[in-house]
Nanobody, 114 residues
Framework: VQLQAFGGGLVQPGESLTLSCAASGFTFSSSWMYWFRQAPGKGPEWISA????????QYGDSVLGRFTISRDNAKNTLYLQMNSLKPEDTALYYCAKDAGGEVRGQGTQVTVSS
């Protein structure tokens, strides 16, 4: 299993950013996929999940209404569209194949600052 997240960067509050996660080594099109984040000095936080076959989506309270998870099964790629970003969204974002976030990629840094 390989998972690699892309698309992080430095943005100002209120701006948007889209993260991608390239997946390989398993059947992406019939899996639950997850986004987590970890802010400095804090533990991992689950933020969103999607079942890649049915399209069922779930969101954590901290991102509900601002973030959108999606996937492209033809490209084995998971996405996270992040809108109305806040400084408290600053974290290392990573995708995972399991609900515990242990089968994961290396992550991509998102920094929200003016």
């Amino acid at each position: 299993v390989q998972l690699q997240a892309f698309g992080g960067g430095l943005v100002q509050p209120g701006e948007s950013l889209t993260l991608s996660c390239a997946a390989s080594g398993f059947t992406f099109s019939s899996s639950w996929m997850y986004w987590f984040r970890q802010a400095p000095g804090k533990g991992p936080e689950w933020i969103s999940a999607i079942h890649t076959s049915s399209g069922i989506k779930q969101y954590g309270d901290s991102v509900l209404g601002r973030f959108t998870i999606s996937r492209d099964n033809a490209k084995n790629t998971l996405y996270l569209q992040m809108n109305s970003l806040k400084p408290e969204d600053t974290a290392l974002y990573y995708c995972a194949k399991d609900a515990g976030g242990e089968v994961r990629g290396q992550g991509t840094q998102v920094t929200v600052s003016s």
